[in-house]
């Protein structure tokens, strides 16, 4: 598999999130923001965590901006996969990818912690290696991670089968407890914890392998 991860000014996962999929087998190019283009045969890009811009305006307003993700769509639209984490799940609704919103947490204070997620659905590539309805922990920081949709929104996420994960314990406020939603083709995963950050013992867990090991294999399949 081919990957390409995104790179912002003020981003602070890209390196993690190219450990993590090289780790899982991929072959990892990093991007800037303002090239044109992604690399030629790319299969994925990962939209990494951090604070694009310093996330001045609304947190990934302005990076959806950036002529990478010109590109970013028109991969999405091709149906190549993506991956947004935390900041990168930002940018991805407001590149309007994913629907809703991430507005700032419920308790207006920054959430740095390991958090149980609930494995929503197994049928995408992202979350094929775990067990439906298992809990997983994987780590969060965020200041907007609280997810909104109406609720027309979130009833098509539910009988769409969208809703990836949901936490086990509502960090920020997100409707539903949604962490991570899915496209409508499956293909594009927007998600606030953070799964590169739980991909070594040393983390002090591996539960985000199973997501990085299932992409790849199924990428490879397709």
Same mark, same amino acid.
Request: overall charge negative; glycine content about 10%.
């Given at each position: 598999?081919?990957a390409a991860v995104i790179v912002f000014p003020g981003s602070n996962c890209d390196r993690d999130m190219a450990? *993590?999929? $090289?780790?899982?087998?991929? #072959?990892?190019?990093?991007?800037?923001?303002?090239?044109?283009?992604?690399?030629?045969?790319?299969?994925?890009?990962?939209?990494?965590?951090?604070?694009?811009?310093? #996330?001045?305006? $609304?947190?990934? *307003? &302005? *990076? *959806?901006?950036?002529?990478?993700?010109?590109?970013?769509?028109?991969?999405?639209? $091709?149906?190549?996969?993506?991956?947004?984490?935390?900041?990168? @799940?930002?940018?991805?609704?407001?590149?309007?990818?994913?629907?809703?919103?991430?507005?700032?947490?419920?308790?207006?204070?920054?959430?740095?912690?390991?958090?149980?997620?609930?494995?929503?659905?197994?049928?995408?590539? @992202?979350?094929?290696?775990?067990?439906?309805?298992?809990? &997983?922990?994987?780590?969060?920081?965020?200041? #907007?991670?609280?997810?909104?949709?109406? #609720?027309?929104?979130?009833?098509?996420? $539910?009988?769409q089968d969208r809703i990836a994960f949901t936490y086990t314990e509502n960090p920020n406020g997100a409707k539903a407890d949604i962490a991570g939603v899915l496209s409508e083709n499956r293909r594009v995963l927007g998600m606030?914890?953070?799964?590169?950050?739980?991909?070594?013992?040393?983390?002090?867990?591996?539960?985000?392998?199973?997501? @990085?090991?299932?992409?790849?294999?199924?990428?490879?399949?397709?």
């Amino acid at each position: 598999m081919k990957a390409a991860v995104i790179v912002f000014p003020g981003s602070n996962c890209d390196r993690d999130m190219a450990v *993590a999929l $090289r780790q899982a087998g991929a #072959d990892v190019t990093m991007v800037w923001h303002k090239d044109a283009a992604l690399p030629k045969g790319v299969d994925l890009v990962a939209v990494p965590g951090g604070f694009s811009f310093g #996330d001045y305006l $609304r947190c990934g *307003a &302005i *990076a *959806a901006q950036s002529p990478v993700c010109q590109g970013l769509v028109e991969h999405v639209t $091709r149906g190549g996969y993506a991956l947004g984490v935390c900041n990168g @799940f930002q940018v991805l609704t407001e590149t309007r990818l994913l629907p809703g919103a991430l507005m700032r947490n419920a308790g207006l204070k920054f959430v740095c912690k390991t958090v149980g997620l609930n494995v929503v659905t197994t049928d995408s590539a @992202f979350t094929a290696e775990y067990a439906k309805g298992s809990v &997983i922990s994987v780590p969060v920081a965020h200041h #907007d991670g609280n997810y909104y949709a109406d #609720d027309e929104t979130l009833a098509q996420l $539910r009988d769409q089968d969208r809703i990836a994960f949901t936490y086990t314990e509502n960090p920020n406020g997100a409707k539903a407890d949604i962490a991570g939603v899915l496209s409508e083709n499956r293909r594009v995963l927007g998600m606030m914890p953070h799964p590169e950050r739980a991909v070594d013992p040393l983390h002090g867990g591996t539960d985000g392998q199973a997501l @990085f090991r299932g992409l790849l294999a199924q990428v490879v399949a397709a």
